[in-house]
């Protein structure tokens, strides 16, 4: 019988211990706020909003999307993304990039974005007329 | 109105139901008939309102905000059809839909065994209730009228004979940035209109429509699969209930046998439909992301499998007498099962995983959160609490350990390992709670052994018998497979290139468990077909299992531009882009591709279109399907802005920078982009952005500005042309960035105005995919085994 705690209390300890390792090797943090993904010097999730008025270009030889992102601060930065432009991407009102700021900009690898008309109705801030 | 009457009353009967079955448990000898009466009027009343809910949204009442919001006129029959669960309200609605319809079968299925119906139905009732509060008009309740929240609705929406009428004044807005207009929808403006004897139906005339990738045949299948086996999941919930109320511990593993077979087939099913239609419609190349939702229904399916193991065990062990091993662990894990599914419900519908999935679920407010939590924690303190309440007479049926090399052991360690991988799962879909996040390695990485483990486990104990074997028989009896999968592995060695040590040994691991079952299947295909179940499921999984390590192992991928006309070779096939043409009524347009390798000639037509729904490009991937692999193309843009120019060049120059032209240099200074210009910009107004050059050769410097010109909406570029420098430069293009496009030519050419010839280049990302056709086939077989298994246990569970 004590045979069977001490294997079984083994086992859990090196899975649990691997899970862990494992958790704190591929963690990624969420940061919206963009000063802190400015120094920030790991890989992080990014979240905020695409600077509309800003547009985006997208050089198709080399397949870079750039475009201007800002967190509820308003404080901006420029993001390059290498790949296509993501499907929802002009109704996004949202994004989350995954990447690193490095040199002036945001190179993201990935980009997540979430438009509001998918699950819920849109509503308008507007003003009247 | 009558379909929020109807959710009401079907809530109401529910609450009675559960009531009257409790009761009967109690003792009372004439409450059983009313408990099934007002069972089966909760039925009819849910059939009632999802018929009310295909009624509105086939007949367009947009009056409705459901309808609205997820349909429109254009969808066809099919797809209209299928916005039943295009949103939250109506796929809770087709929950509760399957969950009343298996209940009725539950009923009848318990009211023929023992005294099983008033307990199981009382559990069963009860998570019906909890359902029906949830699409109760103070939550999602799919027949909320459009003016019940204000809203803004687009003018397009909105019938154009009413649209100047004066009265409506108060209620346009327009938004400044878009220049678009809207109509606030409240219940004043629908008083309004009523008082003109006009309808909110004749009022707003079109709908939202669908999210077009929801527009997908799977899309049509794999939502109500997965809701049939969420429903399936409250029954070995009920069960294990069912048996803690009576503390009568043996059948409740025979009956509820069948039904957690049935419901890990079918989420199983559903699960690999939702991988199938990624993988089809999404067109990232993939069939499994370790999205968030698609983890959330993976946990309880992961659940199930455990327990089905440990159940097998139970019930094999009644045979000496008494209720059998692994009691505890059967009733936890049943209760699991259920909690896990709201539990799943509670991340992808509560918001709580807002930032981390591309099911992008937006807030749905505090309220429903809030219930959401209590539906989850009603049910673990209920379930638990129940465990908990038993623990002492539980203990009892404690029984001694098994020699190590006996099946029930084997089996056991398989449950362990799917729970493992079940424990997995949810730690890193549920970091983002606690504002983490893990990578897809993460789960990659720990799944590598366990399917290592699940491989030679799997193989290896169905070589050995119950109780206990010895060494000798069981390596006489495996040698075939031994040597078969041996073989197998270097095959895949040498001809795939596998040279990655955990893949090799998967790869055994995998084949190993193919052919023990695959031998064991083919002896018993001439006797006692019934048994084969398991087998077929151990071979789907080994099936699926090398098909993963071909698909995503060895699946390699290469992006190429394919200039029209000119064949370009990629990933070893030769790829000719002959053109694209408009499909769906010029909604969309299919590009055309003319593959060959060698003699085989292919075919493939990827799509894209811009959405008006999402207001972007969407990319439709097209599949070439072989018997060995997958050639996988998504388009990823095209381009016929670029021309042929024999005469000049196009240059793109960064600012502060220079680029040298027939010895000229073309320096790059700066954007005129003053604050009335964006001020101008941002109001929709003309405007226009200068952009200063300076050209330079010799000792003569020529500064210029070249302007984009926007005027209504119309984008033009200026150009310059200099004699004493003999050039002529066209703005072409400038991005905020920093950077302008030029073309530059020659003045005294022959012919001063360049020949332009437009070069169309589509981009794509091919990918080959090999022997992705396992992981289907491997799924499929697998799903094909649990209903053989299933029909076997339902067969015996009628047995005295």
Known sequence: MKNKYFFGGFIIVVFVGLMGYLVTQSNIKYEDNINKVKTENKTVKATGLWVKEKDYTYDNKNRMLTFYMKDAQGNEMKVVFNGAVPNNFKSAQSLVVTGKYNDGYFMANSILTKCPSKYQGQKVQSSGI | MIGSVVLSLALACSIISMIMYYLSFRGYKNTLGYGRIAYHATAMLVIIAAVFLWRILLTHSYEYEYVFSYSSNDLPLGFLFSTFWGGQEGSFMLWILFTTIIGVMLQNYSSKRDDLEPRVMAVFSLALVFLLVMVSPWFKNPFAYIWAEPVFIDLKYINPSFVGLPQLGNFVFSDNSTGQQFIKMTSELRNILNSMGVTVSQFVINGKGLNPQLMNFWMQIHPPML?????????????????????????????????????????????????????????????WAWDPVENSSLIPWLVSIAVIHTMLVQRKSQSKGGVGRFLKTNLILCIFIYVLVLYSTFLTRSGVLGDASVHSFVNPGALIYLFLLIFILSFIVLGFGAVVYRWKSLS??????????????????????????????????????????????????????????????????????????????????????????????????????????????????????????????????????????????????????????????????????????????????????????????????????????????????????????????????????????????????????????????????????????????????????????????????????????????????????????????????????????????????????????????????????????PVETLSIEASIKPFINLVWIGVVVMVLGFFVAATRRLIESREK
């Open chain 2, 396 to 757: 009892k049926f404690d029984v001694q350990d098994e020699n190590i090399l006996s099946r029930e052991l084997a089996l056991f360690t398989a449950a362990i390992v799917m729970v493992a991988s079940a424990i997995i799962v949810i730690v890193g879909t549920s970091a983002p709670i606690f504002g983490q996040s893990v990578e897809t390695t993460f789960y990659v990485q720990m799944h590598l052994p366990l399917a290592i483990i699940i491989g030679l486990l799997n193989g290896l104990s169905m070589l050995i018998k119950w109780k206990k074997s010895n060494w000798n028989d069981v390596v006489k009896k495996g040698l075939f497979s031994l040597l078969a999968s041996l073989f197998l592995t270097i095959l895949i060695i040498v001809l795939g290139g596998v040279y990655d040590i955990m893949l090799i040994i998967l790869s055994f691991s995998s084949s190993f468990l193919l052919f023990v079952n695959l031998e064991i299947a083919i002896k018993i295909v001439k006797g006692n077909k019934k048994m084969f179940g398991a087998y077929v499921s151990h071979i789907g999984i080994a099936l699926f299992i090398l098909g993963v390590i071909g698909s995503a192992g060895y699946s390699v991928k290469q992006d190429a531009d394919l200039v029209k006309g000119i064949p370009t070779d990629v990933l070893g096939y030769k790829m000719l882009f002959t053109g694209f043409k408009p499909i769906d009524n010029n909604t969309k347009y299919a590009f055309n591709l003319d593959i060959n390798k060698g003699d085989v000639f292919y075919k493939a037509e990827p799509v894209m279109y811009v959405s008006d729904y999402t207001n972007s490009i969407m990319r439709v991937p097209s599949i070439v399907v072989g018997p060995t692999r997958d050639l996988y193309i998504s388009p990823l843009g095209f381009d016929d802005s670029q021309t042929n120019n024999d005469h000049g060049q196009h240059i793109s120059i960064d600012k502060g920078k220079s680029v040298a032209f027939n010895n000229i240099n073309l320096t790059f200074e700066s954007f005129d982009f003053p604050q009335e210009t964006r001020e101008a910009m941002m109001s929709g107004k003309d405007f226009k952005i200068g952009v200063t050059l300076v050209a330079e050769k010799d000792k003569l410097k020529i500064p210029f500005e070249l302007f984009l010109i926007n005027k209504n909406g119309q984008r033009s570029f200026t150009s310059f042309e200099s004699d004493k420098l003999n050039i002529k430069v066209t703005l072409e293009n400038l991005a905020a960035s920093g950077k302008v496009d030029l073309a530059i030519a020659n003045l005294d050419n022959n012919n001063p105005n360049v020949v332009k010839t």
């Open chain 2, 227 to 287: 809701f049939i086996g969420f429903s399936l999941s409250t029954v070995p919930f009920a069960f294990a209930l069912a048996a803690l109320m009576k503390n009568d511990y043996t059948k409740w593993i025979k009956q509820a046998f069948p039904w957690v077979l049935a419901g890990a087939g079918i989420l199983g099913l559903a699960i690999m439909l939702g991988g199938y239609w990624a993988y089809e419609m999404l067109g990232w190349g993939g069939y």
